[in-house]
T-cell receptor, first 115, second 108 residues
Framework: DTGVSQDPRHKITKRGQNVTFRCDPI?????LYWYRQTLGQGPEFLTY????????KSRLLSDRFSAERPKGSFSTLEIQRTEQGDSAMYLC?????????????FGDGTRLSIL | AQRVTQPEKLLSVFKGAPVELKCNYS??????LFWYVQYSRQRLQLLLR??SRESIKGFTADLNKGETSFHLKKPFAQEEDSAMYYC??????????FGTGTSLTVIP
């Protein structure tokens, strides 16, 4: 088990382009989370899946952001019409079921840079 | 509002000295709190959670509901403790709120 895997590690794109990130959680982890982290800040919650169901979504999340987890395994996060302010590290984490205090296992993140 | 505050961006202590990283939270219900750590060039990882009342790597954290705090403490800091530390709160609907983090440097 290599832990949570995220792809790509880095993404550089021009403003206005669409980008998609992928997260492969630890196998058998039912819960999957997406976070965004900017310089000098802690991870900011974006959305949460339990299996294939998207159960929570931050109210701060723009309509340009969408996430899917179609088969309850890997997940994708898409940002449409990227803006300068979208430049950040996007983190994925997974955890098993079995109580709310189960630890989240984080990936290395995808660093997005908007030109 | 659900919020975590870590008032110190940077903290430096000498090796062998006690260390305390402060965390205050805002939450109307019964809080579930965690400390995460990120060592240089490594992933963010769980250090400890209040519900387990555990000590990991010599660190402990006590939940003080009266002061709405969950400070992280270690009696004798080691060089390998140098890292970024984040306090986190599990809010309603399984949303997690992280503080802005404290960068700890242990001076040899």
């Amino acid at each position: 088990d290599t832990g949570v895997s995220q792809d790509p590690r880095h993404k550089i794109t021009k403003r206005g382009q669409n980008v998609t990130f992928r997260c492969d959680p630890i196998s058998e982890h039912n819960r999957l989370y997406w976070y965004r982290q900017t310089l000098g800040q802690g991870p900011e919650f974006l959305t949460y899946f339990q299996n294939e169901a998207q159960l929570e979504k931050s109210r701060l999340l723009s309509d340009r952001f969408s996430a899917e987890r179609p088969k309850g395994s890997f997940s994708t996060l898409e940002i449409q019409r990227t803006e300068q302010g979208d430049s950040a590290m996007y983190l994925c984490a997974s955890s098993p079921l079995g109580g709310s205090n189960q630890p989240q296992h984080f990936g290395d993140g995808t660093r997005l840079s908007i030109l | 509002a659900q919020r975590v505050t870590q008032p110190e961006k940077l903290l430096s202590v000498f090796k062998g000295a006690p260390v305390e990283l402060k965390c205050n939270y805002s939450y109307s219900g019964s809080p579930e709190l965690f400390w995460y750590v990120q060592y240089s060039r490594q992933r963010l990882q769980l250090l400890l959670r209040h519900i387990s009342r555990e000590s990991i790597k010599g660190f402990t954290a006590d939940l003080n509901k009266g002061e709405t705090s969950f400070h992280l403490k270690k009696p004798f800091a080691q060089e390998e403790d140098s890292a970024m530390y984040y306090c986190a709160l599990r809010g309603t609907g399984n949303q997690f709120y992280f503080g802005t983090g404290t960068s700890l440097t242990v001076i040899p």
